[in-house]
């Protein structure tokens, strides 16, 4: 039996996700918890996301959609992962604001043209 960092029910070992890098080879939330943690970041995530692409337009159109918006890496070499990586990954939102700063917003549209055409001078 093992103990949930989080809703603190005893549980048996099969209720915990296997982790190796744990002492005791299980995560310490309950299979629920985790699922429920995970879903809660993933969620936090895309909403800041969403909401920082709310305040922006694309540089080249101008295009505002938050649909429409996408973030374009200035530097490929910079790059640490998509800001999708990051709904998915679980990344902190300090993460992701170090992403963005490497980004332009730009629109689906003109994002497409600038990796087809190449850089627009």
């Known amino acids: 039996m093992k ?3 989080r809703c603190k029910e005893e549980k048996a070992f ?3 996700y296997k982790n190796k890098s744990r002492k005791g080879g299980f995560g310490k939330y309950c299979k629920i918890c985790q699922n429920i943690l995970t879903n809660e970041i993933r969620d936090r995530n895309r909403q ?3 909401a920082i692409k709310e305040k922006k337009k694309c540089i080249f159109c101008g295009e505002g959609d938050t649909a429409c918006l996408d973030f374009h890496h200035k530097d490929l070499t910079e790059k640490d992962g998509t800001l999708a ?3 998915k ?3 902190s939102i300090k993460k992701i604001d170090k992403e963005i700063s490497k980004c332009l917003v730009l629109c689906s549209n ?3 043209k600038l990796h087809y055409y190449g850089p627009i001078v």
């Open 3 to 5: 103990k949930c960092a």
């Open 14 to 16: 099969s209720k915990f």
């Open 48 to 50: 800041y996301i969403w």
């Open 85 to 87: 990586d990051s709904v």
């Open 89 to 91: 990954s679980h990344w």
């Open 110 to 112: 003109c994002h497409r």
